[in-house]
C-alpha cells in the first residue's frame, strides 16, 4: 500500500500523473466540477456568471443522485463551486455526502460565507482543497469590485477562520484593469502566511455571451507584462519555451480533457465537457450520467478542426490557451478562434524567449497587434 | 494467526479502471493528509475484509486467485494488514 498524499508532494504528483494516463483513453471521467449555484452575495465586475430565475437549482435529491451516478462512474476529483457555493442552505449536506462518496473534494468559494459551523464540519471532514479569490490588498479595491460594502472584512475574517482550521487554503485571484497594480501585493501577503497564491489575467465574457467583463480586461500587453513581473510565472513560461512541443496532428477540435475525462455540471442539472462549453449540453433530470457521458464523448471526439481553423498547425500552440471553449464564449462559435488570446501568445512567445512570433497559423503579427495597443 | 478485521467507515475505497484507492474522509480516523494507492492484491485484500472472514482464509483466497506462493501471499497479507491498521483503516474484530 502506497501512500500517495500529500507527504512527499511528488508521491502524490506522480500518482496523479499515473491514473491519469491509465485512464486517458478510456473515457472514465475522473475529474469533474459541480456549479451548486449561479447565485452569489457579491456582484464582481468580472463575473462571468448569470443566474437565470425561471430556471431550477438541483434538489438537494437530485444531486445526490448525481454524485452516486458520477462515483460510480470513476469520477475522484471534484470540485464544488459556483457563483457562490456556501450560498446554499443545503451546501453542507451536499458537501458531507459528497466526502461520504470518497471523492477528492476541491471547494472554489469567496469566504465571506464561511461560518464557524460550516468550518466544525470541514475540519473533521476536509476537503482536499479550499481556493478563496481575494480581488484586491486594499478595501478600496476588492469593494469596487466586488461591489458589496464590507465585503472585504467578510473575505479577511472567512480566511482567517480557514487558516486557524488548518485547513488546505489556496489564495488567487483574477487580476484587471481595477487591481493589477495590487497583484504583488496580494502575492506577498499571501505567501507571507505560506499560502499559495496565482494569478490570471484571462478574463472572459459571461456565459451568456455578453462582454461586460471585458470593460475591465486587460490588454495583452499589461497582461503579457504583469505574468513577466513575476519571477515564478516568468521562470514558468521560459521553461515552457525552452521546450515548446508541436502541434498535434490529430485533426481533432478539443486537445484537453473536457468531454474526454473531465465534464462539468451546472446548477439546473445539464451536463457538459467545461464551464465553457455550452453547445453540448444533457439534461440529467432526464438521463443517467452514463448514459450522457456515452454520448457527449462521442460528441466531442468527432469534432474536427476545420479546414480554414486559425490554430491548425500553428506552431505557438504550446503557449497558447486558445481552445474551442474560448471560441465558443467570445464569439458563439467553437471553431472560430479568441483574437485576445491570439494576441497574448504572440506576446508572450516573444517576451518569454519563444523565439519571434511567426505567422503560421494565421496568427495577427507583432506589428498589428502593437499599432491595435497604440490605438 | 487468525484474526478478523472489519473496516473503518472512516475509509472509503475507491476502484477506478483497475486502480484501487483508499480515501480517508475524517479527520484523525487515520492519517488523514493522505490518500493510498494499492496494488491488485491489496484491493483484493481489502474487499474481501469484512468483518467475518478470518485472515486464515484470506489468505487461502489471495493464494488461489493470484500467481503468488503460500508464503508471499503470506508475506502479502501481513504487510498490508500492518499498515492498514497502522494507519486506522481497519481494526480486530
Ligand atoms: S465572488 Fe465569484 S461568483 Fe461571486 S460575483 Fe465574484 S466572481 Fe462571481
Ligand atoms: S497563437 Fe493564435 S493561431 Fe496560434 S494557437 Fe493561439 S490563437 Fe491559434
Ligand atoms: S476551457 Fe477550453 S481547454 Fe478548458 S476544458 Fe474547456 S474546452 Fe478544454
Known amino acids: 500500500m502506497e501512500r500517495v498524499h500529500s507527504v512527499p508532494q511528488e508521491t502524490y504528483t506522480a500518482f496523479s500523473n499515473s491514473i491519469h494516463s491509465k485512464v486517458l483513453e478510456k473515457n472514465i471521467p475522473i475529474d469533474g466540477t459541480i456549479e451548486l449555484t449561479q447565485r452569489c452575495n457579491l456582484k464582481c465586475v468580472q463575473c462571468y456568471c448569470c443566474h437565470d430565475p425561471s430556471k431550477r437549482e438541483l434538489s438537494y435529491d437530485e444531486i445526490c443522485r448525481i454524485l452516486d451516478e458520477i462515483a460510480e462512474a470513476g469520477c475522484l476529483w471534484l470540485l464544488i463551486t459556483g457563483g457562490e457555493p456556501l450560498l446554499r442552505p443545503d451546501f453542507l449536506d451536499i458537501y458531507m455526502y459528497a466526502k461520504k462518496k470518497g471523492f477528492l473534494i476541491t471547494l472554489f468559494t469567496n469566504a465571506t460565507l464561511v461560518t464557524p459551523e460550516i468550518l466544525d464540519h470541514l475540519s473533521k471532514y476536509p476537503p482536499f482543497s479550499i481556493e478563496v479569490s481575494v480581488y484586491g490588498a486594499t478595501k478600496e479595491i476588492y469593494e469596487k469590485i466586488t461591489g458589496v460594502t464590507g465585503s472585504f472584512e467578510s473575505c479577511m475574517a472567512g480566511i482567517k477562520l480557514i487558516l486557524d482550521r488548518k485547513l488546505p487554503l489556496k489564495l488567487k485571484t483574477m487580476a484587471m484593469a481595477l487591481n493589477h497594480h495590487e497583484v504583488s501585493q496580494m502575492k506577498e501577503w499571501s505567501e507571507g502566511m505560506g499560502i499559495e497564491f496565482r494569478f490570471d489575467a484571462m478574463l472572459h465574457p459571461k456565459l451568456t455571451g455578453l462582454k461586460d467583463p471585458w470593460d475591465v480586461r486587460l490588454s495583452p500587453e499589461d497582461a503579457v507584462a504583469l505574468d513577466g513581473s513575476d519571477q515564478k510565472k516568468l521562470d514558468a513560461w521560459r521553461e515552457v519555451c525552452k521546450h515548446p512541443w508541436e502541434p498535434s496532428q490529430n485533426g481533432r477540435l478539443f486537445t484537453c480533457g473536457a468531454g474526454k475525462n473531465s465534464f462539468h455540471i451546472d446548477p439546473y442539472g445539464y451536463l457538459r465537457p467545461c464551464d465553457m462549453m455550452r453547445t453540448f449540453s444533457y439534461d440529467l433530470r432526464k438521463h443517467s450520467f452514463r448514459e450522457a457521458w456515452v454520448e457527449m464523448c462521442s460528441a466531442v471526439s468527432v469534432e474536427k478542426a476545420p479546414g480554414d481553423y486559425k490554430c491548425r498547425g500553428c506552431k505557438m500552440t504550446f503557449i497558447c490557451n486558445q481552445c474551442p471553449g474560448w471560441g465558443f464564449l467570445e464569439n458563439g462559435d467553437i471553431y472560430s478562434i479568441s483574437e485576445n488570446m491570439c494576441d497574448v501568445a504572440q506576446l508572450r512567445a516573444r517576451k518569454f524567449g519563444a523565439g519571434s512570433g511567426n505567422t503560421k497559423g494565421g496568427m495577427s503579427n507583432e506589428e498589428e497587434i502593437l499599432s491595435k495597443a497604440q490605438r | ?93
Do not use: C
Not at chain 2, 475509509?11 to 479502471?17: E, L, S, Y
Open chain 2, 1 to 93: 494467526m487468525t484474526k478478523v478485521y472489519s473496516k473503518s467507515p472512516d475509509v472509503v475505497f475507491r476502484k477506478i479502471a483497475d486502480e484501487f484507492v483508499l480515501v480517508p474522509i475524517r479527520k484523525n480516523a487515520a492519517d488523514l493528509e493522505s490518500i493510498y494507492a494499492l496494488n491488485e492484491v491489496g484491493g483484493r485484500i481489502w474487499e474481501l475484509i469484512d468483518g467475518h472472514r478470518t485472515t486464515v482464509e484470506i489468505h487461502k483466497t489471495i493464494a488461489d486467485e493470484f500467481d503468488v506462493t503460500p508464503d508471499e501471499a503470506e508475506e502479502d497479507l501481513q504487510n498490508f494488514v500492518k499498515s492498514l491498521a497502522e494507519t486506522g483503516s481497519i481494526k480486530e474484530s
